[in-house]
Nanobody, 121 residues
Framework: QVQLVESGGGLVQTGGSLRLSCAASGSTFSINPMAWYRQAPGKQRELVAQISTTGVTNYADSVKGRFTISRDNAKNTVYLQMNSLKPEDTALYYC???????????????WGQGTQVTVSS
């Protein structure tokens, strides 16, 4: 089973940038679509961005134009570059492998511990 370790979170001011990383163990990483999710206090976990095995991407409307998802199959790592951060981006960010696409996708792996992103106003 793929194990996921997220990193790169932190405290940043409004308008700042962060780059999150998700390192995956297991030889099947390159054949799985991957996604970033986030969960803010008191809210449900939501999909932020997806990337297919061939690099096709999809984003939640709230982050389009500000976030970029990418992957390096040789390093078994998926990234989330976050620019122009807003206080409403504050959340615990997770990655996971997914089945399906867009609103019809679902996470299929075990959740890691996530990485906290806090954006101050």
């Amino acid at each position: 089973q793929v194990q996921l370790v997220e990193s790169g979170g932190g405290l940043v001011q409004t308008g700042g940038s962060l780059r999150l990383s998700c390192a995956a163990s297991g030889s099947t990483f390159s054949i799985n679509p991957m996604a970033w999710y986030r969960q803010a206090p008191g809210k449900q976990r939501e999909l932020v961005a997806q990337i297919s095995t061939t690099g096709v991407t999809n984003y939640a409307d709230s982050v389009k134009g500000r976030f970029t998802i990418s992957r390096d199959n040789a390093k078994n790592t998926v990234y989330l570059q976050m620019n122009s951060l807003k206080p409403e981006d504050t959340a615990l960010y997770y990655c996971n492998s997914i089945r399906g696409w867009g609103d019809y996708s679902s996470a299929v792996g075990s959740w890691g511990q996530g990485t906290q992103v806090t954006v101050s106003s």
